[in-house]
C-alpha cells in the first residue's frame, strides 16, 4: 500500500497561499530526506525543495525562494510546503519523495506519493 499521500492542493486565485502536506505510513520520514518536486503538463519534473534527514538543511528551487518553505514534523510523520504569493506558473501536480539525500532524490527516491493538484489561476 502507498507509504507516501500528498494532500492539502486546489484551486486559489494569484498571491494566494496553500500548506501541501506528505504524510507517510509503513516508514518513518525521519530515516530520510525529503523532496517536493512538480510536473506541469508538457514540461519536465521539477525538484521545488528538500531538506535534509535531520532537518538542518533546506534547498529551493531559484523560482521560489522567498514564497515556499519546507518543514518536517517527526513526531506526525509528515512534511509539509508552505506556499505563500503563489503565480499561475506554480501551477503543477506536486509530489513528495524520500530518500536518501537530497543531492541523488530526483533519480534515486526509494518512494514516491501519487501527487496533488495545485492551480493558480485568476
Known amino acids: 500500500q502507498l507509504q507516501l499521500v500528498e494532500s492539502g492542493g486546489g484551486l486559489v486565485q494569484p498571491g494566494g497561499s496553500l500548506r501541501l502536506s506528505c504524510a507517510a505510513s509503513?516508514?518513518?520520514?525521519?530515516?530520510?530526506?525529503i523532496g517536493w518536486f512538480r510536473q506541469a503538463p508538457g514540461k519536465e519534473r521539477e525538484g521545488v525543495s528538500c531538506?535534509?534527514?535531520?532537518?538542518?538543511?533546506?534547498q529551493y528551487v531559484d523560482s521560489v525562494k522567498g514564497r515556499f518553505t519546507i518543514s518536517r514534523d517527526n513526531a506526525k510523520n509528515t512534511v509539509y510546503l508552505q506556499m505563500n504569493s503563489l503565480k499561475p506558473e506554480d501551477t503543477a501536480v506536486y509530489y513528495c519523495?524520500?530518500?536518501?539525500?537530497?543531492?541523488?532524490?530526483?533519480?534515486?527516491?526509494?518512494?514516491w506519493g501519487q501527487g496533488t493538484q495545485v492551480t493558480v489561476s485568476s
Open positions: 519523495a524520500a530518500g536518501l539525500m537530497c543531492v541523488v532524490l530526483m533519480n534515486r527516491a526509494y518512494y
Open positions: 509503513g516508514i518513518t520520514l525521519d530515516n530520510y530526506a
Open positions: 531538506i535534509s534527514r535531520s532537518g538542518a538543511s533546506t
